[in-house]
């Protein structure tokens, strides 16, 4: 399964944006998918994470309710909608597939060891 990310840009703090993690493959819909982001000298860190259905999901606690993840089976898409976005939240956005099919918990999905497939990121910067 291969996966594009897109969406990022520049934006002033307090904006938003929406990134798309979409595949062309039918096959990512039973899947979790999740986003993490890596900051420029820094390591990659989790962001949030989705269930195969839709229906479940868990995010970082940095989020704090500014982040919200969907997805969209029909067009093979997961998006993470960002408002009130901060200078710290500048990174390189990546989408991540799991390696394990209609597989979820909260735990395991928030380490990159439980994709086996990433886009190749997006970025997006924050000014202040």
């Known amino acids: 399964v291969q996966l594009q990310a897109s969406g990022g840009g520049l934006v002033q703090a307090g904006g938003s944006l929406r990134l798309s993690c979409a595949s062309s493959e039918r096959a990512v819909s039973s899947y979790t998918v999740a986003w993490f982001r890596q900051a420029s000298g820094k390591e990659r860190e989790f962001v949030a994470a989705?269930?195969?259905?839709?229906?479940?999901?868990v995010s970082a606690e940095f989020v704090q309710g500014r982040f919200t993840i969907a997805r969209d089976n029909a067009k093979n898409t997961v998006y993470l909608q960002m408002s009130s976005l901060k200078p710290e939240d500048t990174a390189v956005y990546y989408c991540a597939k799991d390696r394990y099919i209609h597989s979820w918990d909260t735990w395991s999905k928030k380490r990159p060891s439980t994709y086996d497939a990433w886009g190749q990121g997006t970025q997006v910067t924050v000014s202040s």
């Open positions: 989705i269930d195969y259905r839709g229906i479940t999901t």
